[in-house]
Each structure stands twice: as structure tokens, then as C-alpha cells.
């Protein structure tokens, strides 16, 4: 069974530019996440979604983060403009009705 | 909300020793409690998990303990190898659903020395 898959990797952009990063949970998995996670610290949640909903987006700061599930798989996450302070690992999870999550490795955003 | 705890932030052991890692909740209504390990360049990777109707869990060389009582659970890794080497994060939330999200703690950095 495949994992979760996210694109790109990496990304390094200057600041003010757009960036958008793209996931594909596990088959099945109706749950989504996306997470940021900063240089030694654990992960935090930025949106999750059941299906095509967002049900907690409470931590998406939605000035500049967007996030759409159009048919209720696969997800993008763009940032529009990016600032420094954006660099980070960007962490896509799903799960199956909201249990046991399971994490793609991630794309690590480098904003210049 | 919910805040976690976790200690050490490092740990060094020597090969074939055993590892501790602890962490604490604040929140009594969180019922589950995942633990991921963390390689460099990686995603975290679900190692074990534990609800709260369970006290101990055990798979082969990994263990965790949950005190509900004192808000505390325990990881504990056996017999380590160097590829155990790596960053664990502990985490808890109200289990299934939309009742709650993870919450991680900060990390420990475990090394084990061959």
C-alpha cells in the first residue's frame, strides 16, 4: 500500500513570492492534515479536513495560507505572498474517520 | 486546549542499554496517545500508540506505560540499537473523529552509541 505522497520535497523561493504544495493521502483515507513543522520543534496542525470539508482551520493563518480538497482527495496548500518566518517543514497526514494519522515526509520550504 | 510535555530533550545511551522517554498532558479528556519516531529528512512514523482504557503496550523492543491518575505515559525502547537513533515525539488527543487534533511534544533527540 502506498503512503502518503507529497510534492515537492524541497522548495526555495524569496520572499513575497507564492508557493504551493501538493499531497495525496492514503488510499481510503478520508481524513487530511496538513502540519508545520519548525526546526526542533514537533509538528503543529495548520488544517484538517474531513473529506472535502475544512472542519479546523483555526490555526491556518488565513491572510496568506490556503488550502483546498476539491474532491476529497488530494490537497494543496499555497502561501501567498511567503515571509522568512514561513520556512519550515510543511507535513501532509491522513487517516482513516480521524484515528491513527500517518505522515508523508514532507516538503521543506526555504523562504530567502 | 492541550499542552505536552516531553523530557529528556536528548538522550545518549550506549547500545543495548534501554531508553526513557516521558511526557505529560494537561487535558483529563484526552483518551489517545501516539508515539512517532522521527528520521532525518523524514516524516514522522507512527511507532506504537496507547488509549486510555489500557495501562501498558508492548511490541517487541518498544513499550509505553500510561498513567491516567498523573496525566503521564512513557515510552520505553529495550535491548537499543544504532538504528534507533532518531527524533521521537510523543503527542496526545481525544481519540476518533472530529473530537480533537494531535498535540506533540517538542522532541527528544535519541542517540545510541554502538
Known amino acids: 500500500e502506498a503512503g502518503v505522497v507529497q510534492s515537492p520535497r524541497y522548495k526555495i523561493i524569496e520572499k513575497k513570492q507564492p508557493v504551493a504544495f501538493w499531497c495525496n493521502p492514503i488510499?481510503?483515507?478520508?481524513?487530511l492534515y496538513w502540519y508545520r513543522q519548525n526546526l526542533g520543534q514537533g509538528p503543529e496542525l495548520l488544517i484538517r479536513?474531513?473529506?472535502?470539508?475544512?472542519?479546523?482551520d483555526s490555526q491556518l493563518p488565513k491572510d496568506r495560507f490556503s488550502a483546498e480538497r476539491l474532491k476529497g482527495v488530494d490537497s494543496t496548500l499555497k502561501i501567498q505572498p511567503a515571509e522568512l518566518g514561513d520556512s519550515a517543514v510543511y507535513l501532509c497526514?491522513?487517516?482513516?474517520?480521524?484515528?491513527?494519522?500517518?505522515f508523508g515526509p514532507g516538503t521543506r520550504l526555504t523562504v530567502t | 486546549g492541550e499542552n505536552v510535555e516531553q523530557h529528556p530533550s536528548t538522550l545518549s545511551v550506549q547500545e543495548g542499554d534501554s531508553a526513557v522517554i516521558k511526557c505529560t498532558y494537561s487535558?483529563?479528556?484526552?483518551?489517545?496517545f501516539p508515539w512517532y519516531k522521527q528520521e532525518l529528512g523524514k516524516g514522522p512514523q507512527l511507532i506504537i500508540d496507547?488509549?486510555?482504557?489500557?495501562g501498558e503496550k508492548k511490541d517487541q523492543r518498544i513499550a509505553v506505560t500510561l498513567n491516567k491518575t498523573a496525566k503521564h505515559f512513557s515510552l520505553h525502547i529495550t535491548e537499543t540499537q544504532p538504528e534507533d537513533s532518531a527524533v521521537y515525539f510523543c503527542?496526545?488527543?481525544?481519540?476518533?473523529?472530529?473530537?480533537?487534533?494531535?498535540?506533540f511534544g517538542k522532541g527528544t533527540k535519541l542517540s545510541v552509541k554502538p
Open positions: 497526514a491522513s487517516s482513516l474517520h480521524g484515528n491513527e494519522q500517518y
Open positions: 488510499s481510503g483515507h478520508n481524513t
Open positions: 479536513y474531513e473529506n472535502e470539508e475544512a472542519v479546523d
Open positions: 487535558d483529563s479528556a484526552s483518551n489517545y
Open positions: 496507547i488509549r486510555s482504557n489500557v
Open positions: 503527542a496526545a488527543t481525544s481519540y476518533g473523529g472530529s473530537q480533537g487534533n494531535l498535540i
